[in-house]
């Protein structure tokens, strides 16, 4: 199973404060184990809010462009990791172990094909697995 780990943003983070050398030193580390026990994915951190935008679609059809910062960073995103593992409960073992001396992670699994039923017709799949292979073939993995 494939699980999204969400860093939730902090004060700290929305105002751009970067982390400490010994910060990133055992993050570092941390990913390092995960790389090598073939855990992770991918995993990246973000800019604030203050660099973003939001896009709100409406059911007319409409768009509307809000750009950051936004008020509640408790709701915002500050990185992420996509990890491999058997179960949740594994992803909840190998996040107990991070280096975060406070703030609050989110694990939510990622779905697969399977989710979605008869929906996603024969067509579909195809297109999905020609994508898969042009975005695996343009990033070398």
Do not use: C
């Not at 939510?108 to 008869?118: N, S, T």
């Amino acid at each position: 199973m494939r699980f999204m780990v969400i860093v939730k943003a902090t004060p700290e983070t929305e105002n751009g404060q970067m982390p400490t050398t010994e910060e990133l030193a055992a993050m570092g580390n941390y990913n390092e184990e995960l790389v090598k026990a073939g855990v992770m994915l991918a995993g990246d951190g973000l800019y604030p809010s203050s660099k973003g935008a939001r896009v709100r679609f409406d059911d007319k059809g409409s768009t509307s462009v809000v750009d950051g910062p936004f008020t509640e960073s408790k709701e915002l995103i500050a990185g992420f990791w996509i990890w491999e593992l058997p179960t949740l409960q594994d992803a909840v073992e190998w996040l107990k172990k991070a280096p975060f001396q406070s703030g609050e992670v989110e694990i939510r699994q990622v779905h697969g094909d399977e989710a979605f039923g008869d929906a996603l017709t024969p067509e579909l799949k195809a297109q999905e697995d020609r994508l898969r292979e042009q975005i695996s073939a343009q990033t070398g993995q």
